[in-house]
Each structure stands twice: as structure tokens, then as C-alpha cells.
């Protein structure tokens, strides 16, 4: 009954949680990756490199960290990372979210603090009504999701180069927590997305609890960029490069081949 309920309020996002299982309607994916899709089962830590000498490549996956305790350290190894990599000579980043399926979006965000921007508000949700139903904010240096000020024990030990250019890498995986930290950069002075269409779980998800047995998850709002752009759905890429992926050697994925001709431009 419940996957067609959800099925009937086009929630593909929420579900009913009844003593460990889920129920929900499971929209048919547009697109498929087999690639990638073998790639989610055992990539799970974030990956850092130097591409083309003077790029900077971040590749951040989905987490599980819905309860709330992995947020330092999933944003301090972000921050880690970053600062593995950065240095005088890297002018531009491609932040890979091709294999975040997504979980806690806040300590990704906080993690990429500084590719944001400064004194911005870079995004928030919209309900059915087009009312602000929450902010996403950096000021002062300082982080403010919903009002709440996260906080990031590791610092960068060398600022992001002035005028950077970034490149999003996004698969039909990308998704949820990862469809909300592209949408966080979208906007940025050349700052584009190129790769596949996202699976298009751009909804902010509430639970109510029932009894102790059972729970439900509604989407109850969308997601606005920093320009107030609302997202219902999937994100398309500025540059759609399908397929082509290639993990082990960067130099021969289509998709960053495109990027670095972006870049290069």
C-alpha cells in the first residue's frame, strides 16, 4: 500500500520504515552506468590527485552518516585531502560526485567550505509554497546551516588560489547528498557540471516517528541554489558526457578529458 502511496505523491525520495525494512516507490532510473554502478559497492573513501600539472582532483563519495557522529571526520578528511593536493601552482579543481549516492550532506559542505565562496548565501529549501524553509550560508568564515554554525577542526594550510575555476563531475548515481553539494557550487564564477544527468533526489527529507515500530520519511521540500534557482528534479550537466569513465587512469576518463579542455579554455 505504502509504494503506492508514495508512488501516487511522486515521492521517490521518502518511504515507510516498519522494523528494519523500507517501503517506498522506486523510480525507474532514466539512465544506467554499469561502470559505476560496480564502482559504488567498494569505493567509499574520498580520493585526492594532481591532474594536467596544475589541477587539483577531489573525488568525494556518498556516506551513511545519518545520525549525525561522522560529521568531523568526514569534513576533516575533506580538508585533508585538500590540503594533500593544493599548492601556488594548482589553478583549478574537478570535485568528483560521480559515486556519491549521498547520506549527510553538512560535513561535505563544510568540507569544501572554501570552494563556496565567502559572505554568500549559497543555498537553502523552498517548500510547496515557495516559503524559505531554511538557509545555507557562509559568513564571517564560519559555516550556518539552518542557523546552525558547523564547525571544522582542520584548517587549509595553503588558501585556494584567487579566481579558481571548477569542474563537477556527475553520473546518474549522483544523488541526494551529492546532488546538494553540486547545487552549493552551481553558481560560482566558472564553476561548471559536466557528465550525466543526476538521478534527481533534490528534495529535503523529514521523518515523523509513528510508534516504536515504524517511522515515515516525507519530502517535504526543494532545493534553491545561490541565484534561487529551484530544483524538482534531476540536474542536467552543462557538458553531458555519457559513459567513458575510467577510475584507475584519470588521463583516459572522457569525462575529465572534457573538463580539462574546459579548463583549458
Known amino acids: 500500500m505504502y509504494v503506492r502511496v508514495f508512488e501516487l505523491l511522486k515521492d521517490h525520495h521518502g518511504n515507510l520504515a516498519y522494523h528494519g525494512k523500507s ?15 560496480e564502482k559504488l559497492s567498494h569505493e567509499k573513501s574520498v580520493v585526492s590527485s594532481v591532474v594536467d600539472e596544475s589541477v587539483g582532483y577531489l573525488r568525494i563519495p556518498g556516506n551513511n552518516d545519518f545520525a549525525f557522529k561522522k560529521v568531523d571526520s568526514i569534513a576533516n578528511d575533506i580538508a585533508s585531502h585538500v590540503n594533500k593536493v593544493n599548492s601556488e601552482k594548482i589553478k583549478a579543481w574537478i570535485l568528483d560526485l560521480r559515486l556519491n ?61 584567487k579566481d579558481i575555476s571548477i569542474v563537477i563531475l ?23 557540471i559536466v557528465g550525466e544527468p543526476t538521478a534527481g533526489y ?6 515523523f516517528e509513528i ?5 515515515i520519511n516525507l519530502s517535504t521540500d526543494f532545493v534553491v541554489d545561490r541565484n534561487l ?28 578529458v572534457q573538463a580539462l579542455k574546459l579548463l583549458k579554455k
Open 23 to 37: 517501503y517506498g516507490w522506486q523510480k525507474v532510473p532514466s539512465f544506467r552506468n554499469a561502470y559505476l554502478k
Open 101 to 161: 549516492t549521498g547520506g549527510n550532506m553538512y560535513p561535505i559542505l563544510l568540507g569544501l567550505k572554501e570552494f563556496i565562496g565567502e559572505d554568500i548565501v549559497f543555498g537553502g529549501f523552498r517548500n510547496a509554497k515557495n516559503e524559505s524553509t531554511g538557509e545555507w550560508a557562509v559568513k564571517d568564515g564560519k559555516m550556518l546551516i539552518d542557523g546552525i554554525e558547523l564547525v571544522r577542526a582542520t584548517s587549509l594550510a595553503l588558501p585556494l588560489n
Open 170 to 192: 556527475t553520473s546518474c548515481y549522483t544523488a541526494s547528498a551529492g546532488e546538494m553539494t553540486a547545487i552549493s557550487l552551481i553558481g560560482c564564477k566558472d564553476t561548471y
Open 202 to 207: 533534490t528534495t529535503a527529507v523529514q521523518g
Open 211 to 215: 510508534n516504536e515500530s515504524a517511522g
Open 229 to 256: 534557482n529551484v530544483y524538482k528534479d534531476r540536474i542536467e550537466p552543462n557538458f553531458e558526457v555519457l559513459l567513458g569513465d575510467n577510475l584507475e587512469n584519470l588521463q583516459d576518463d572522457k569525462k575529465i
